[in-house]
């Protein structure tokens, strides 16, 4: 039988439960940890294959890869607030389940894709799967958890689950793709999904709160569309170039819709994303930190993918290892993260991990192409590994943390969607900036090289990715040896720019972000507004 959960800092009311910090019982915290994993690693596979994507699939140009995994990541981004709301209104356990199994269904036509069309569709539904379980597995984690101290555990290991999920789908795409078929690891992403489902809804118990929520149709409409435009003109304007008028059409539409959305949910009775929360300074200053964080992150995650497979022509499984040291760390640092996340103030921890992160990527805008070794990468991705296991689970923690308990929904959906939107930001942008740099320094070499005079024209049609694939065609292979300083050129610029990113996210956050008794000040002041306005 379904037993609502507690709030936090609330008396538990589950029978014959003892623990002290949290009313969930152990099925149910393994029914969120699978999820929230299997959601993890379906998001991070297609990561893993870029690669093998662009011999099997046969993209027409860079932009068709980016959209693999960005047709993913748009829905999560987008969606994960009416989830939210969803699970609130409905009960998180149904989410669970249903999220797993669209989930299943997106991995089950992902597998027999022949064409990235299909691999689109494919990654969209399973998007759509894991739009519910981010938010509905957070919020059961939240709304669970009995002491700041206990939610603080509770959402370090929420946290490294995740980054256990980043730990599984390298190993799985690389191991597949490279001594098996890649079709295997969406078929046992699904086979996965399928077990979540059954044991959710076995074993896992529900949770719901209901007050002050309510479907708000006309925020998720123009915050779905609003993002879904400023993506396209992010990752097409590099092809189509930034001053068509489809990218500019595109630009103002997302900034149009963007602020429609914020009016909207300033004049709905039960909106989304209460507006006012952002008065609470700690939690404006952490959303914010969090999009360009995870926009650092999964920035620096697409560019060693692409240099690795696209332009080094690496294999899957050795690329499994540069994300391993990316987010396979975070599992086994828990038990620091954890103790440092009860002890320490969140900003030192944010600090700590953003400065990490921005070594590392800088660092990473240093390695020479021309170096295949291994040991190159595990400084600078090692420094970003562990740096966003210390961030990513602070950043989540202080962003429940800064609302009142009983909008513990509202917040784990919000925490999904600026953390889920900075990673679909990540692969756009620096795809974006990095294409656009080696295209024209690609031309410009094309250019001035004479013995190319006969297929200039075709060479720069095809553009550097192309003209670098293996194995390139035979009408433009000449110009390959110009193709390789362009695009190194252009991606050590993304590794520059998320670094840049994550070390203005550390300044920021030791700059501006209050301690915890601040923090409680501005929550009390958010109650007492509510209640004011209620009366």
């Not at 995650?301 to 080094?312: D, F, L, P, T, W």
């Not at 990490?356 to 295949?372: K, Q, W, Y």
């Not at 602070?394 to 909008?407: D, E, F, G, I, Q």
């Not at 070390?503 to 501005?522: D, I, N, P, R, Y």
């Amino acid at each position: 039988m379904s037993t609502p959960l507690s709030a936090p800092g609330q008396p538990g009311t589950v029978p014959g439960q003892k623990s002290r910090h949290t009313t969930l019982n152990l099925a149910t915290i393994v029914a969120v940890g699978f999820a929230v994993c299997l959601a993890q690693i379906g998001l991070a596979v297609p990561a893993t294959l870029n690669g093998t994507f662009q011999t099997v699939l046969h993209p027409t140009g860079a932009s068709q890869l980016d959209w693999i995994s960005d047709c993913i990541l748009l829905p999560i981004a987008a969606l994960e607030l009416t989830f939210g709301v969803l699970g609130d209104l409905f009960g998180r356990k149904r989410l669970l389940v249903g999220g797993s199994l669209v989930l299943l269904v997106g991995e089950v036509i992902s597998s027999a894709s022949t064409g990235v069309v299909q691999m689109y569709i494919g990654q969209f539904i399973a998007g759509l799967g894991s739009a519910a379980l981010f938010p509905t597995t957070l919020a059961i984690i939240a709304s669970g958890s009995r002491t700041h101290a206990g939610r603080a555990r509770m959402i370090a290991l929420w946290a490294a689950l995740l980054s256990f999920g980043n730990f599984i789908a390298p190993m799985l795409g690389g191991l597949t793709a490279t001594y098996a078929n890649w079709r295997l690891a969406f078929w046992i992403i699904a086979i996965l999904a399928a077990i979540v489902a059954v044991f959710s809804q076995v074993f896992a118990e529900d949770s719901r709160s209901p007050e002050g929520r309510s479907l708000d149709m006309p925020g998720q409409i123009t915050v779905g569309l609003g993002l879904f435009a400023l993506l396209y003109a992010v990752i097409e304007g590099p092809t189509a170039g930034w001053g068509s008028p489809t990218i500019i059409v595109s630009f103002v539409l997302a900034a149009a819709l963007l602020v429609a959305f914020v009016v909207v949910e300033t004049r709905v009775a039960n909106p989304l994303l209460r507006m006012d929360l952002f008065k609470n300074r700690a939690f404006a200053l952490a959303a914010a930190v969090t999009v360009v964080g995870m926009f650092s992150f999964l920035g620096t995650a697409y560019a060693i993918s692409i240099r690795m497979e696209v332009i080094q022509h690496q294999s899957a499984i050795r690329t499994a290892v540069a994300f391993i040291l990316l987010s396979g760390l975070a599992i086994f640092l828990f038990p620091l993260t954890s103790f440092m996340m009860s002890h320490w103030q969140p900003r030192w921890i944010l600090t700590l991990g953003f400065a990490l992160m921005g070594v590392g990527e800088f660092l990473a805008s240093r390695m020479p192409i021309t170096d295949t070794a291994l040991t190159t990468i595990i400084v600078p991705m090692g420094l970003v590994g562990i740096g966003f296991a210390f961030a990513v689970s602070s950043v989540t923690a202080t962003v429940v943390n800064t609302v009142p308990p009983k909008l513990a929904g509202m917040a784990a959906a919000t925490t999904s969607m600026v953390r889920d939107f900075g990673f679909a930001m990540g692969p756009a942008v620096i795809g974006a900036i990095a294409l656009s740099k080696a295209g024209t320094l690609f031309n410009s070499a094309v250019d001035a090289d004479s013995s190319l005079s006969a297929i200039k024209a075709a060479a720069e049609g095809a553009g550097p990715v192309v003209v670098n694939s293996v194995p390139p065609a035979e009408a433009i292979s000449k110009a390959a040896s110009h193709a390789v300083p362009a695009l190194d050129s252009g991606y050590s610029l993304g590794f520059l720019i998320v670094s840049i990113a994550a070390l203005l996210c550390a300044v920021t956050t030791a700059l501006f972000l209050g301690g915890k008794s601040e923090q409680e000040a501005e929550i009390a002041m958010i109650e007492h507004g509510q209640d004011a306005a209620v009366a």
